[in-house]
Every structure is written in C-alpha cells, then in structure tokens.
C-alpha cells in the first residue's frame, strides 16, 4: 500500500477515530515502579516516522504478551486502532504533545516492503548550555555521547525494594564539561556487561 495512506505523526489528532501508522520503532524498555518492588507497569517505546518526527508509547502489563513479540528494536511496523493520549509531562522522551497508547483493539504487523523510507535512527545534538536548560525538569534524555572519565558501581536497597545495582558514570564532553549519568537496575547491568566487552 502506497505511504500516502498512513498518517504521519504531525497529522495525528484526537478527534480522528480511525487512526493508521507505519513508524519504525528505535527504543523500547519495561518501565518499573521502583517504590513498589520494581513492579512492571509496562513497556514504553519511542517510534520514528518517515518525516522524522517521534513519539512515545505505552503497553500496559496485561497486554504485554500479546504485543510484545510485534514491538522489536528497528523494525518498521504497522500500527492501528490504537488511543492517544496527551504526553505525560513527568516522563516525556519526545517532543509530540501526544503518546500512543496500544489496547486490546490494536493491531501490529511488521512491513517487510521498505516503503516508506524510515531512517533507523534520529539524532538531536546539544550544547552543554542546551543540557544546563534542562537540568532539573521532566525531560528524559536517553542518547548522550562523551569519553567515560569514571564509573562507580553500588547496590542500593531499601525497606521497599529489593537489592538495585546503581552505576554512576562522569563523562567527558566534548567541549571539555563534565557531566554525570545514573544508570539502574536492567539498565545499569546491561552497561556493565557492554563495558566489560
């Protein structure tokens, strides 16, 4: 099917009752509640489209196993049905005034054609300045590149949750700034075993 037939992320509005993407998905990762035993209360991605533009979404728990096989890192799929929301401004990943939320009506197929053409990544390059702006608010950040001046592994617990592996890096910048990056949990252990190789 021709790409003029999928909407494109800037088109996306709540007041369309059928809605129909073709994205590729760049990220995705199990979002926890670490106040509640690192319970999992889903999975977030972050899809690109053929424009360039992202937005974040959502899979509730209970809808995991069957959306979970669909939502692999890199591929370009076919959404459908699926609700918008506005963004929640304590966890916002992406510049759209929207996220996608998938429920028991969405469908997800993988398009094997490589129409449209989808890059497989975006990249956004700040300043230090532009990073100090942020300090502070509900902006997450997830790409950041510098030299690794230093790493300190712990493992942090408390009355509510189980033992946590913490890893903070100071990394070098370009421009010479330092800067530091807390790591946790499945995050901190998978750079562990990336940095080890």
Request: charged share 30%.
């Amino acid at each position: 099917m021709a790409s003029e037939s999928y909407l494109t992320l800037e088109q996306l509005n709540k007041k369309r009752p059928y809605r129909r993407l073709v994205v590729r998905l760049t990220r995705k990762w199990e979002a926890r509640n670490l106040n509640k035993n690192n319970e999992l209360i889903g999975i977030n991605f972050l899809l690109l489209d053929q424009k360039e533009n992202t937005i974040q979404g959502s899979v509730h728990p209970s809808l995991i196993e069957k959306f979970g096989d669909g939502l692999r890192e890199g591929a370009i799929i076919e959404i459908c049905n699926f609700n918008l929301q506005d963004c929640n401004k304590n966890y916002k990943i992406s510049d759209h005034k929207f996220q996608i939320r998938l429920t028991d009506r969405s469908t997800i197929a993988c398009v094997e054609q490589q129409l449209p053409q989808i890059p497989p990544e975006k990249f956004r390059f700040r300043n230090y300045e532009e990073f100090a702006q942020l300090k502070d608010s509900t902006y997450d950040l997830y790409d950041v590149i510098g030299y690794i001046k230093n790493m300190e592994k712990t493992d942090v617990r408390s009355k509510t949750t189980p033992v946590l592996r913490r890893v903070i890096l100071t990394l070098l910048l370009e421009s010479g700034i330092e800067i530091q990056v807390t790591l946790w949990a499945e995050q901190a252990e998978l750079f562990e075993d990336k940095y080890r190789a």
